[in-house]
Every structure is written in C-alpha cells, then in structure tokens.
C-alpha cells in the first residue's frame, strides 16, 4: 500500500489535509491514482480498474488521448490565459461555432465557463438578465422538479430538488417551486408511465397558476436524469406538453445537459431525441471537456442574447470564463468524437450494453430495472424484485457497491441522491470509446461486485 503522507494529521476519513467528502469518519481511504489510458485507470500499487462510469460521467472519449495531450501542451506553450475582457481567442471562437452548429436551430450563442454548476448559474442569471431588459422584471422565480441535481453552487442548490441537502443548505437559499419528476419504475398507484408524466406535466401548470405566472422565469429540467432518478427517460408527449404550457405563461425553459449532453445519450443533444420540443437554453459541461480541463457551457439563442447585450451586456463572468487553453482543449476533445464518431457509437454500444445489463438482471437479484439512452444508463438496485422494494436507505447500497467494485477492479461513481428517498440506483456510463469487449469485461466485473453486494444484502437479512 501506498504510504500515507506525513503531513496527514488526525484519523479523518481521508486524511487530515484533504477534506472527506461523502466519507464517513472511518471509511476505508481510496486507492490512489496513478495514470489512465483508454478505459482503464491504474493506482499507485499499479492495480488496473475499468472506469465503468467515466469518473463522474465525464471522460467520453477515454482517458490519455495524444491527440488532445497535444493540442493541450501546444496551447499551453503558446498563451494559457488571456482575459476575455481584453482579448478573444480564436480557440473560443471555433468552440463556440462548432458548439452552436452541433446543436442546431435556435442555439446561436455559446458561453464557457469552468463547470456543469457554473453553467447553470449563467443559466438562471442570463434568463433573470433578460426578463429586468424585456420589461418582465416581475419574473424570478425558477421551477424545477423534485428529485433533481443541478449542481452544488448555492444558485443552483436552489432549484436542485434534494431533501437532504437542502435540509443542510435550505436556510440560506431563495426557495424556489419543485413540480414532480416523472419516475419510470416506481410511478404512484393507479398510473402507467405515461399517464404518471403527464401529471406531472399539469402539475407544472397548476404550479404556475398557484404562484401567479408573471413571476416565474423558467422552468429547469435535466431531461434525462444523471444520479437523481438514475437514467429515467420520458416520452416526447411529457416535452411536447411541458413546452406548451412554457409558452403558454411566456416561461423560459432550460434544459440541464451537463451529464446528458455531448454525445452521451447517442445525440449532440438529449434535446435531439424530441425535437418537437426544444428548450430556450441548454447547459453542458462534464463530456465536452470529457476530463481534459475543466469546463462548462451554457447555449441561448440571439434573441435573449442580443437583447442582453443591447442593454449594457451580461452582469455577470467568472475568471476561467472562455479561457483560451479550456477552449482548445475542449475543440481537440470534439475532434476525437467526430473522428471516431463518438456519437453514432455511443448509440451502438448503448443498445449492446443494454442487452448485456438486461441478461445481468435477469440473472441478478439485485437488479430490479435497467433503463437510460445511448451510452447514460443506470441499473436500479432492490431488496425484492417481485414488489420492487428498495434497499432500506441505511444500508447504503451504493457506496457498498462501490466498495465491492473497486476490490473487483472496476471504477463505478456514486453520489448519493436524496439519501436514497427515491431509490438507489448505479449509473453504467463508460467512456464512448469502449469497445465490445470491454463491455463484456465491464459486465464481467459489474457481475462479480453484484454476487458481493446479494451475499452482504443476504447476511444483513434485508431480502
Ligand atoms: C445534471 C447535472 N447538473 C449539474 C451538475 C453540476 O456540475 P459540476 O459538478 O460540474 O458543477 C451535475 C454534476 O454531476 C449534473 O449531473
């Protein structure tokens, strides 16, 4: 084992000068990370894990690309950082257009930042900037659904909808109206899937009614769920309806993509799968970058932003905003996922992953459902597959798995939604680059952490 740091001070979780994050007092230090190539990550006792979820759904195009090594020390050498307010780079400006023709019709502008967070703050701001200039200043409030993630600033807290954390945070944040997020396994009785999204659809509107519907901004949704819902997808009825109702009450909608976004789903855009329903505003992050460097972005048309930037410009920038060696990073990342056509594979390898997760369920007695698009799919875990009862919340299935996983040599994220309020779930989301039989080595190992897990759900006698 690598030798702890002398300068670690006390007995935390994972050591004195590092903060525990999500680590309880006593939990086992992970393993440190050495280097990465393709799907694998290798430790410092040089143990090789298959990043199964791509760190935090992130490296799309694997890890230790040359192409992108390149790009990035070229860049660096030339000028890593020239403020925006003084200087454009042309990195920003081929990102921008590329971004903007790869998502199409009605996204002529992009913005880039260091983060899916920072993203969806320019997000709600660049929709509250441009109600004050368009005479809509009665205009604040932003609903989102319950349960959802939208990032960890205090802004985007706001419209997160987490029990637990806003039972933390809640004091210090604006409240802001939660609607139902439609589910696909545990829909309330009496309900089909379709029939449990369309009430929430009408929840939305009777919400802006209740509220008065000249304070509400926007609505936020992610529409494909990252670790809040675990992959669940709705119908293109549920976005056709909630863009009527938006347009009916002049209500700005946003679609969260930082996880969804980028290629994941087998789209440019998740948006790309309903294109009768397109949303106002897009955020990106996580795949863009795919892990390279930091990096977020928010898509808007020139509608709001003309109107923005005739009235004094957007209040608002961080220091990392567009900078020029995120810029050039993130073009060498989308040079790779058009070279290896990224796209069209995460939709291929997403139906053959699928197949091999279903086979996984039916042999697992863990495995209650299997759902997702293209290559962002989740597994949801359960005590009784027959009544679909979840893990007791306690348990904490997915940081056992997790555990399990890494002994098995496979890399699988967690962040823990809602304590488990709505279900525990794992996200199966490699790089898009893995091949047939990495996915067959993924399903291996995926296997062998499961048969661990049922045989600690076994001895814990919660079956
Ligand atoms: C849907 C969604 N929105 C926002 C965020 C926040 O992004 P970041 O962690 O880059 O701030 C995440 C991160 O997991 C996410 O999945």
Same mark, same amino acid.
């Given at each position: 084992?690598?030798?702890?740091?002398?300068?670690?001070?006390?007995?935390?979780?994972?050591?004195?000068?590092?903060?525990?994050?999500?680590?309880?007092?006593?939990?086992?230090?992970?393993?440190?990370?050495?280097?990465?190539?393709?799907?694998?990550?290798?430790?410092?006792?040089?143990?090789?894990?298959?990043?199964?979820?791509?760190?935090?759904?992130?490296?799309?195009?694997?890890?230790?690309?040359?192409?992108?090594?390149?790009?990035?020390?070229?860049?660096?050498?030339?000028?890593?950082?020239?403020?925006?307010?003084?200087?454009?780079?042309?990195?920003?400006?081929?990102?921008?257009?590329?971004?903007?023709?790869?998502?199409?019709?009605?996204?002529?502008?992009?913005?880039?930042?260091?983060?899916?967070?920072?993203?969806?703050?320019?997000?709600?701001?660049?929709?509250?900037?441009?109600?004050?200039?368009?005479?809509?200043?009665?205009?604040?409030?932003?609903?989102?659904?319950?349960?959802?993630?939208?990032?960890?600033?205090?802004?985007?807290?706001?419209?997160?909808?987490?029990?637990?954390?806003?039972?933390?945070?809640?004091?210090?944040?604006?409240?802001?109206?939660?609607?139902?997020?439609?589910?696909?396994?545990?829909?309330?009785? #009496? +309900? $089909?899937?379709?029939?449990?999204?369309?009430? *929430? &659809?009408?929840?939305? =509107?009777?919400?802006? !009614?209740? %509220?008065?519907?000249?304070?509400?901004?926007?609505?936020?949704?992610?529409?494909?769920?990252?670790?809040?819902?675990?992959?669940?997808?709705?119908?293109?009825?549920?976005?056709?309806?909630?863009?009527?109702?938006?347009?009916?009450?002049?209500?700005?909608?946003?679609?969260?993509?930082?996880?969804?976004?980028?290629?994941?789903?087998?789209?440019?855009?998740?948006?790309?799968?309903?294109?009768?329903?397109?949303?106002?505003?897009?955020?990106?992050?996580?795949?863009?970058?795919?892990?390279?460097?930091?990096?977020?972005?928010?898509?808007?048309?020139?509608?709001?932003?003309?109107?923005?930037?005739?009235?004094?410009?957007?209040?608002? #920038? +961080? $220091?990392?905003?567009?900078?020029?060696?995120? *810029? &050039?990073?993130?073009? =060498?990342?989308?040079? !790779?996922? %058009?070279?290896?056509?990224?796209?069209?594979?995460?939709?291929?390898?997403?139906?053959?992953?699928?197949?091999?997760?279903?086979?996984?369920?039916?042999?697992?007695?863990?495995?209650?459902?299997?759902?997702?698009?293209?290559?962002?799919?989740?597994?949801?875990?359960?005590?009784?597959?027959?009544?679909?009862?979840?893990?007791?919340?306690?348990?904490?299935?997915?940081?056992?798995?997790?555990?399990?996983?890494?002994?098995?040599?496979?890399?699988?994220?967690?962040?823990?939604?809602?304590?488990?309020?709505?279900?525990?779930?794992?996200?199966?989301?490699?790089?898009?680059?893995?091949?047939?039989?990495?996915?067959?080595?993924?399903?291996?190992?995926?296997?062998?952490?499961?048969?661990?897990?049922?045989?600690?759900?076994?001895?814990?006698?919660?079956?």
């Amino acid at each position: 084992m690598t030798p702890a740091s002398p300068r670690l001070l006390g007995d935390t979780a994972q050591g004195g000068s590092v903060l525990a994050f999500y680590s309880p007092k006593g939990s086992p230090r992970p393993p440190r990370i050495d280097r990465g190539e393709g799907v694998y990550l290798w430790d410092a006792d040089g143990k090789r894990y298959l990043d199964a979820t791509a760190g935090a759904v992130v490296a799309n195009i694997g890890h230790g690309n040359p192409h992108v090594l390149a790009a990035m020390k070229e860049q660096a050498a030339r000028v890593s950082f020239a403020y925006p307010r003084f200087f454009e780079s042309e990195h920003n400006i081929a990102l921008a257009d590329r971004v903007c023709a790869l998502a199409g019709e009605g996204f002529d502008r992009a913005f880039f930042i260091s983060g899916g967070s920072e993203a969806n703050e320019s997000a709600l701001k660049l929709a509250r900037q441009y109600a004050v200039v368009s005479g809509q200043a009665s205009r604040w409030k932003v609903i989102s659904r319950n349960p959802s993630y939208h990032g960890s600033t205090l802004g985007a807290l706001a419209v997160t909808g987490d029990a637990h954390t806003q039972s933390i945070y809640g004091p210090m944040i604006k409240s802001m109206p939660k609607v139902s997020a439609p589910m696909s396994y545990r829909i309330p009785d #009496g +309900h $089909t899937q379709e029939s449990h999204a369309m009430a *929430c &659809a009408e929840e939305l =509107a009777r919400t802006i !009614e209740r %509220e008065g519907p000249e304070s509400i901004l926007a609505f936020i949704i992610e529409p494909i769920g990252g670790l809040s819902t675990g992959a669940v997808v709705s119908s293109s009825a549920y976005f056709e309806r909630v863009r009527q109702i938006c347009d009916r009450h002049g209500v700005l909608l946003i679609y969260d993509e930082i996880m969804s976004g980028a290629g994941r789903t087998g789209e440019f855009l998740a948006a790309h799968h309903w294109r009768a329903a397109r949303p106002d505003m897009v955020t990106l992050a996580k795949g863009l970058a795919a892990g390279y460097t930091p990096l977020g972005c928010l898509l808007a048309p020139n509608r709001i932003v003309d109107a923005v930037a005739g009235q004094g410009g957007f209040v608002h #920038g +961080h $220091t990392y905003f567009t900078n020029p060696l995120s *810029c &050039a990073v993130a073009n =060498a990342v989308m040079d !790779e996922v %058009e070279r290896l056509d990224l796209v069209t594979r995460a939709r291929e390898r997403g139906e053959s992953l699928r197949r091999r997760l279903e086979a996984l369920a039916e042999r697992s007695p863990l495995v209650g459902d299997v759902r997702g698009l293209g290559l962002l799919s989740a597994i949801e875990l359960v005590a009784d597959k027959a009544t679909r009862r979840a893990l007791p919340p306690a348990f904490n299935a997915p940081s056992k798995l997790t555990a399990h996983g890494l002994r098995h040599g496979i890399a699988l994220y967690n962040r823990r939604a809602n304590l488990g309020a709505f279900g525990d779930f794992q996200m199966i989301t490699p790089p898009l680059t893995i091949s047939e039989s990495e996915l067959d080595e993924l399903v291996e190992k995926l296997e062998r952490t499961l048969t661990d897990l049922a045989d600690e759900v076994t001895r814990s006698k919660l079956a």
